[in-house]
């Protein structure tokens, strides 16, 4: 109702003492009262009512005065207005019925009025709350609000699989609960926002309270909105739902490239997983989230390890392992794997088919990998991998099941990245197959086409079915120390013969019950670009290498005394004209070169076809050599001197000896050695005699 009240009679009167020409405009009323209340739905006694006068206004834009009061009031109610001269007055009805209630607005000149009737029902009366159902696809954005304050009250019901292609979002305290066999989906374009609050939880759960008794709340959909802060998802997981390999309370699909963000939040009494994640999609985690009382906790991609938080907390679930599917890890930014620390159970990762790392990848001390059958990780030539334990809490990639032979395949790199390194690990149960782009089985391979480079420190590798650690010919083991071969069935290191150097820096190492307890030397050229000489260390407690391939030394060469090399039959050791040999032994460190097997005659023996006055065999042994007429020499020998290319050696205090042909063997007048040869040597058990001259 609105009332404007002028003096008409005055305003008369003015008229007529006025002449035409004496004409003034008479102002008019700008005020504009507008009243409303800011309570929505049914308002009931002992409810405060909040009235807003603020949308009046002067058109005029002049100021006015604001003047609330009662124009009615159900019989015996006392209840007063406050700040009745503000635009936002209260009061609290304190009887049911209706109020009528007047604003009125002024100024010196006019003043305009707005009326409000309110009705307030009886508290005592509200009306009856009940269970919302959804039984329909949210097509439209759509809020879901608490219904009732009792968290044991159902305040929503789903009772049939259920597509969200909208946003959806929830308040805290929301109970949800699902029908039997049913489940929830995220869509693309849809989004799933719950928000959070201290200590309050958004709870999806089954109408009955049975492990696997609805399916669970599948993401589907990619929008970075879709968010689950603090809720609980419990009682899922009974069946494999829509999109997914497995069942799971709360699943990422990856057809939509499902992502989420999943944060403080507790998963539990599932029948099968807590959360499964499929390759493709992606997981994202804050602060900690709690695993619990379910059949299975979590099955993601590798690539979506470094997502699980270290602060997660698994408490008794029936099988305390996360299963880690091989996929690609691919990033903008290294991914960091860490071990669970918060964690009362101890759990196991279980790496399933092949990891390919084609960015950084990095592994804090204590995890520890269960690697199923056949399982690999294969760094890449764009990746890297850094794994660094330490001696109180190592990594360790353990085979799943210890068997004879090797269960999973190994670690193969690719990346010429020096960033690549091995440090306080343990490798177990390794070298089942041969990896890709390499030749061998092994529990580290390092490819050769690619340059591939890795610093190994303070590490174990045990019971390969293969090698221990494959070098390839043009890889480089940049730095190894301290590394215990135990029980590997292959050689415990295999290399190029231009790789040997770099056990110079190698203080100790640990070879026990290996195929061969040492370092095998593959069919390779020795070969310094910038003609700089080479050492090759002796390896101590027993240790020998063993050359399975025909060396050709192409630059210069110097062993050390101790060292000790087995020849694989019918090879042969070759220092050819751009090279040269330096053994140089001791009385009681001797340099022995002698065959795989002790059998007269078993290897081809050493060939000089170098004139180097540098060359020198002195403290040495040449055993069981003598196989078959040695190449350029045209004679059976030990060791042959090329005549075509003017070979020179220096022989003494040596011993030469086993041979199927002759101990030294001259091809022509064209070389030479040092005169004493025949008298400073001890030559036995040769079949063709000591020496062949010329």
Not at 330 to 351: A, I, K
Request: glycine share 8%.
């Amino acid at each position: 109702m609105k009332t404007k009240f002028i003096t008409l009679s005055i305003i008369f009167l003015m008229l007529l003492g006025c002449s035409d020409d004496d004409y003034t405009e008479i102002p008019s009323n700008t005020l504009e009262a507008d009243a409303y209340t800011e309570n929505q739905g049914d308002i009931y006694a002992g409810q405060a009512v909040i009235l807003n006068g603020s949308k009046s206004l002067d058109k005029a834009g002049k100021p006015f005065q604001y003047l609330w009061r009662f124009k009615a009031k159900p019989g015996g109610s006392l209840s007063e207005l406050t700040e009745e001269t503000t635009a936002k007055p209260k009061f609290t009805p304190d009887k049911a019925g209706n109020y009528s209630v007047e604003l009125k607005i002024f100024n010196t000149e006019f003043y305009d009025t707005d009326e409000l009737a309110i009705a307030v029902k009886d508290v005592e009366t509200p009306p009856v709350q009940e269970t919302i159902i959804i039984s329909e696809n949210i097509t439209a954005r759509r809020h879901l609000a608490n219904v009732f304050d009792d968290p044991n009250k159902i305040d929503y019901l789903v009772t049939g699989d259920i597509h969200v292609t909208d946003l959806l979002t929830m308040d805290p305290n929301v109970v949800i609960a699902f029908e039997e066999n049913t489940a929830m989906y995220i869509d693309n374009p849809g989004a799933i926002i719950t928000t959070a609050a201290a200590s309050s939880f958004t709870t999806f759960t089954g109408k009955n309270k049975v492990p696997g008794y609805w399916k669970g709340l599948i993401i589907n959909s990619n929008s970075p909105l879709n968010k689950l802060d603090r809720v609980t998802i419990e009682y899922a997981g009974g069946a494999i739902a829509q999109g997914m390999e497995v069942a799971t309370s709360l699943g990422l699909d990856n057809e939509g490239r499902g992502h989420l963000t999943l944060v403080s939040s507790i998963i539990q009494y599932s029948a099968a997983y807590s959360v499964a994640i499929e390759v493709g999609a992606t997981w994202n985690t804050e602060s900690y989230n709690v695993y619990r009382n379910n059949n299975k906790t979590l099955q993601l991609p590798a690539s979506q390890l470094g997502s699980l938080s270290s602060l997660s907390e698994f408490q008794n679930n029936a099988e305390n392992i996360i299963d880690v599917i091989g996929d690609r890890i691919s990033t903008t930014r290294e991914t960091v794997w860490s071990d669970l620390y918060n964690s009362s159970e101890n759990m196991q990762y279980v790496v399933k088919g092949t990891i390919e790392v084609i960015s950084g990848l990095r592994i804090l001390e204590g995890l520890e990998l269960y690697m199923d059958k056949d399982s690999e990780i294969n760094v890449t030539q764009k990746g890297y991998i850094i794994a660094l334990g330490s001696s109180q809490y190592p990594i360790k990639f353990i085979s799943k099941e210890s068997v004879d032979g090797g269960y999973w395949k190994g670690i193969s790199i690719m990346s010429a990245d020096m960033k690549n390194e091995l440090d306080n690990v343990e490798i177990h149960n390794a070298g089942s197959e041969i990896m890709d782009g390499l030749q061998f089985k092994t529990a580290i391979g390092l490819a050769g086409a690619h340059g591939a480079k890795l610093k190994l420190f303070s590490s174990k590798i045990v019971a390969s079915g293969g090698h221990g650690i494959y070098v390839e010919n043009g890889a480089d083991l940049v730095r190894i120390d301290q590394i215990r071969f135990h029980e590997n069935q292959g050689p415990a290191i295999s290399m190029a013969a231009n790789q040997v150097k770099t056990l110079n820096n190698a203080t100790a190492m640990e070879f026990i019950d290996n195929g061969h307890n040492g370092v095998e030397i593959f069919g390779s050229q020795l070969l310094n670009p910038d003609k700089s000489e080479t050492v090759w260390p002796a390896l101590h407690f027993g240790a020998s290498y063993l050359v399975s391939g025909n060396l050709s030394v192409q630059s210069g060469l110097k062993i050390l005394p101790g060292a000790i090399f087995k020849f694989a039959e019918d090879k042969m050791f070759g220092v050819f004209p751009n090279g040269y040999l330096i053994a140089q032994g001791t009385a009681n460190n001797k340099i022995v070169f002698t065959g795989a097997s002790a059998i007269k005659g078993f290897w081809n023996g050493i060939r000089i076809q170098s004139t180097s006055a540098l060359n020198l065999m002195d403290h040495t042994e040449v055993l069981y050599a003598g196989k078959t007429e040695m190449p350029g020499v045209s004679k059976i020998a030990s060791i042959g001197l090329d005549g075509d290319y003017w070979a020179n050696l220096t022989i003494k205090n040596s011993k030469i000896a086993h041979g199927h042909g002759y101990g030294i063997a001259f091809e022509n007048r064209n070389t030479s050695m040092n005169s004493d040869y025949n008298m400073v040597n001890l030559f036995e058990d040769l079949t063709l005699g000591n020496v062949s001259l010329p």
